[in-house]
């Protein structure tokens, strides 16, 4: 599965995506994972997305690289969005992230499922329940992210919301 963890612009959600990377990593090839990590212009996300899988002995690379997690990350948000653009988008199955403006709609655009963060304010929310009702949302478990991820896959929940 190809699967991008995204931050919203803020980077308010760097606690919650920590917690999902340091459940997902240890098991990234028992799942047959490839990985892309969006750090737009946050230099703590990138920092935390190289250190995290080294921890582990994982591999990382840049979006260039044919690793099994790869880094977006550019001092320029026209650079970062452009390489999310060409790089994510076609290629993800699915996207964590906050359920916020652009970054859900292209990812539901691209025909990926989503896994949310904690949604920032009212607007947020209304986003996560009409994405939830149309079944390609589920809330993101960070404390028992593997877990939960291979239980919508055995579910059939996956390849539904894909399908929507």
């Known amino acids: 599965m190809r699967l991008v963890i995204a ?6 959600n760097i606690g919650e995506i920590k917690t999902i990377l340091l459940d997902l990593l240890p098991n990234i090839s028992q ?9 737009g212009t946050q230099p703590d996300f990138r920092e ?15 979006i260039t690289n ?14 970062a969005n452009q390489e999310l653009i060409e790089h994510a988008f076609p290629w993800a199955d699915g996207f964590v992230t906050k359920p916020s403006g652009d970054m859900a709609y292209d990812a539901v655009g691209a025909g990926c499922f989503l896994l949310s963060l ?7 929310e209304n986003i ?9 949302l589920k809330k993101a478990q ?12 055995f579910s059939g929940w996956v390849k539904d919301a894909i399908a929507a």
């Open 142 to 153: 960070p404390a028992r992210f593997g877990q939960q991820l291979d239980q919508l896959v």
């Open 31 to 39: 799942k047959n994972l490839s990985l892309i990590l969006y750090a």
């Open 128 to 136: 996560e329940r009409i994405f939830t009702n149309l079944g390609i």
């Open 48 to 62: 935390m997305f190289y250190a995290l899988p080294r921890q582990f002995g994982i591999p990382v690379g840049d």
């Open 66 to 79: 044919s690793t099994p997690v790869r880094v977006i990350y550019d001092e320029s948000i026209i650079r």
């Open 118 to 124: 904690s949604p920032w304010g009212p607007w947020e």
């Open 7 to 12: 931050t919203g612009g803020l980077g308010t």
